[in-house]
């Protein structure tokens, strides 16, 4: 690199003489071996760019993968956990059409929340068959910090399944407010489940293995995704951020980490 820079022997001079050929050429060895250099350098130099900052956020993702909640306990998980970075709530219509069939669903549903939450290997079936899961998130399931959050709807208490009676006092369907032009098809719902996860597709893989376990059982009615910065997420719910359409959500948020608000505004008692 140091002979080629000097003038005498640059290649892009003009010659000064007949005998100063060699000189050129050298100097264009020079050159090109220089600039050879130069860029085997930089590749090594990209390489271990890449490696350093391929590397740390592929584990991080792998351990964030590997985050899971708890299912069972005294309340169900989605409700006072840390803001994830991707949601999506889906309403269903419940095609049972006897209590025990109601029954199996929700046992079913029970299983498959649980398993989904803890992870596993997806189950396998047949080859000559259709596979039992959609293959989304390959063949081992992380959890990814997932959480399912059912909610019955006030519709699910009418004569189908014999529960009127068990209906709770303030468990109605949401009213109509000034100015709303709703399709009907568009709200209420029989039964409604949120999904929140670290991914989209960990949402996605939840959402359509429920409806590959309940084609009898369940329809979908409606259903709408979410999803938070990253920084909003870090911040554990102390900052937040402006929506799609340019508002500020999330201002009025509940601190869900207190507990004493949380049993006086959030859970149901005595």
Same mark, same amino acid.
Not at 116 to 127: E, F, T
Not at 141 to 153: E, F, H, K, M, R
Not at 176 to 192: I, R, V, Y
């Given at each position: 690199?140091?002979?080629?820079?000097?003038?005498?022997?640059?290649?892009?001079?003009?010659?000064?003489?007949?005998?100063?050929?060699?000189?050129?050429?050298?100097?264009?060895?020079?050159?090109?071996?220089?600039?050879?250099?130069?860029?085997?350098?930089?590749?090594?130099? !990209?390489?271990?760019?890449?490696?350093?900052?391929?590397?740390?956020?592929?584990?991080? !993702?792998?351990?964030?993968?590997?985050?899971?909640?708890?299912?069972?306990?005294?309340?169900?998980?989605?409700? +006072?956990?840390?803001?994830?970075?991707?949601?999506?709530?889906?309403?269903?219509?419940?095609?049972?059409?006897?209590?025990?069939?109601?029954?199996?669903?929700?046992?079913?549903?029970?299983?498959?929340?649980?398993?989904?939450?803890?992870?596993? +290997?997806?189950?396998?079936?047949?080859?000559?068959?259709?596979?039992?899961?959609?293959?989304?998130?390959?063949?081992?399931?992380?959890?990814?910090?997932?959480?399912?959050? +059912?909610?019955?709807?006030?519709?699910?208490?009418?004569?189908?399944?014999?529960?009127?009676?068990?209906?709770?006092?303030?468990?109605?369907?949401?009213?109509?407010?000034?100015?709303?032009?709703?399709?009907?098809?568009?709200?209420?719902?029989?039964?409604?489940?949120?999904?929140?996860?670290?991914?989209?597709?960990?949402?996605?893989?939840?959402?359509?293995?429920?409806?590959?376990?309940?084609?009898?059982?369940?329809?979908?009615?409606?259903?709408?995704?979410?999803?938070?910065?990253?920084?909003?997420?870090?911040?554990?719910?102390?900052?937040?951020?402006?929506?799609?359409?340019?508002?500020?959500?999330?201002?009025?948020?509940?601190?869900?980490?207190?507990?004493?608000?949380?049993?006086?505004?959030?859970?149901?008692?005595?």
């Amino acid at each position: 690199m140091t002979d080629a820079s000097k003038p005498r022997t640059c290649p892009f001079a003009g010659r000064e003489s007949s005998n100063s050929t060699d000189q050129a050429l050298l100097g264009r060895r020079s050159v090109l071996f220089g600039l050879g250099a130069a860029g085997g350098a930089l590749g090594l130099g !990209a390489t271990t760019r890449a490696t350093a900052q391929d590397t740390a956020p592929g584990n991080s !993702a792998i351990a964030e993968a590997q985050t899971k909640q708890e299912f069972y306990g005294r309340r169900q998980a989605g409700v +006072v956990n840390p803001q994830p970075s991707s949601a999506l709530v889906v309403a269903f219509d419940v095609l049972a059409t006897s209590r025990p069939e109601l029954q199996r669903l929700f046992q079913g549903l029970t299983e498959r929340i649980a398993f989904l939450m803890r992870g596993g +290997v997806a189950p396998r079936a047949n080859d000559k068959l259709p596979p039992p899961d959609s293959g989304l998130l390959g063949p081992d399931i992380a959890p990814d910090n997932v959480t399912l959050t +059912v909610a019955v709807g006030a519709s699910l208490f009418d004569e189908r399944f014999g529960l009127e009676a068990e209906r709770p006092k303030h468990l109605v369907a949401m009213t109509k407010f000034p100015n709303d032009a709703l399709m009907a098809d568009q709200c209420h719902g029989d039964l409604l489940v949120q999904i929140c996860s670290n991914t989209a597709e960990t949402n996605i893989h939840a959402l359509r293995d429920i409806l590959k376990r309940f084609p009898d059982l369940l329809a979908i009615r409606w259903k709408i995704d979410g999803f938070l910065p990253p920084n909003t997420v870090r911040s554990l719910g102390k900052d937040t951020a402006r929506n799609l359409l340019g508002f500020k959500d999330g201002t009025a948020n509940l601190d869900a980490q207190d507990g004493t608000l949380m049993d006086r505004l959030v859970w149901v008692g005595a």
